[in-house]
């Protein structure tokens, strides 16, 4: 399987926002929805809101595009997110502390998700190289002072949690293109836009600028199988709950997305909250499913209401790596 990627170099500290954390701590994880919200941020500037809509409202009911989360790359090396799956290796050749720091896991690189995807059983090496921590990868504290709107005296002391890359180092996403130029007319444009303006969290404070280069990636997968591995956060439509509840294997984890209040370039001055959203997370083993976009509000006469100029969308399209998974090593 070949697949687009774009390789995210970051100039400046990230902070990518991870509902639970706090502002003290980023995720290392750049969610797909996080990823299309930029995109569309760089849409309305360079493209303007009624080229924008237009846009949307297609992508809204057939996809043009679909789009992976954002995880960490070092040179040559390209990590995945943990399969929710029982790792690839005799149970005993595993120390019992070493199997609880397994479970906790949260990437693995490439060579161990191809050998895991296609049945294979992995060298106790490997899997122990896999607990190693991401040295490339430095967690820092920025300490903020909160002012008074009244006076301008120290409100509150604070420290925002960001991440820095070492050099060669920074997030990769993928992306396959279900229509032609969208790639070259819309994403790359809205790329070289956002790696002045930033991505992720506190873009005006000046983290999240970056350089960006574009590349192939090549996956070994198998050729048939009923079962795959989720590279996005999804939301499921009913029809693909229906799929998954009639499947006895599935394994998922749940992420809560949304309850962050959305500007737009459009309102005066006001922004829409979005509301909490239960997501599947990256790495979960699910069927051949499709995800949704929710659209916010669900109606125009809502939008009326609340006098928004247009709507909001939320993205949970799923991007799926095919995938064959043994229960057991014995």
């Known amino acids: 399987m070949k697949l687009k990627i774009f390789k995210l170099y970051f100039k400046t500290p990230c902070h990518f926002g991870e509902r639970g954390l706090g502002l003290e701590k980023s995720s290392v994880i750049l969610h797909s929805d996080s990823i299309f919200n930029a995109l569309i941020n760089a849409w309305a500037f360079l493209f303007g809101k009624e080229e ?4 949307l409202d297609e992508e ?6 679909l789009i992976t989360s954002g995880f ?3 040179k040559d090396d390209f990590y995945f ?9 005799k149970e005993e050749v595993i120390e019992k502390d070493k199997r609880k720091k397994l479970k906790k896991l949260e990437f693995i690189k490439n060579d161990l998700f191809e050998k895991w995807i296609n049945e294979k059983e992995v060298e106790r090496e490997k899997i122990l190289e896999a607990l190693k921590d991401l ?7 920025i300490p903020k002072n909160q002012l008074s709107r009244i006076n301008s005296s120290s409100k509150q002391l604070y420290s925002l949690g960001v991440i820095k890359f070492k050099e060669n180092s920074g997030i990769w996403f993928g992306i396959e293109e279900k229509k032609e130029g969208v790639i070259k007319n819309w994403v790359i444009p809205a790329l070289k836009f956002l790696q002045d303006q930033g991505i992720g969290a506190k873009r005006t404070w000046g983290l999240g600028k970056f350089e960006f280069e574009e590349k192939e990636m090549e996956i070994k997968t198998p050729e048939k199988s009923e079962k795959f591995i989720a590279l996005s956060a999804v939301f499921p439509k009913e029809s693909d709950l229906s799929s ?4 006895s294997w599935f394994r998922w984890h749940l992420i809560t997305r949304g309850g962050y209040p959305v500007y ?17 997370g990256e790495g979960s083993v699910l069927p051949e499913i ?4 929710l659209k916010i509000p669900e109606n125009e006469e809502i939008l009326r209401k609340i006098n928004f100029p247009h709507f909001v969308y939320h993205y949970g399209r799923a991007f799926l790596i095919p995938a064959k998974l043994k229960e057991n090593y014995e």
């Open 52 to 55: 924008l809509e237009k846009f």
């Open 60 to 65: 809204y009911k057939e996809p043009s595009f």
């Open 72 to 74: 960490p790359f070092n």
């Open 81 to 89: 997110p943990r399969i929710q799956w029982r790792f690839p290796v």
């Open 135 to 141: 040295d490339f990868i430095k967690e820092d504290l």
């Open 244 to 247: 998954i509840k009639n499947t």
């Open 264 to 280: 737009s370039p459009f309102a005066k001055g006001f922004s829409l909250r979005k509301p909490l959203i239960k997501m599947i």
């Open 290 to 293: 499709k995800g949704d976009v």
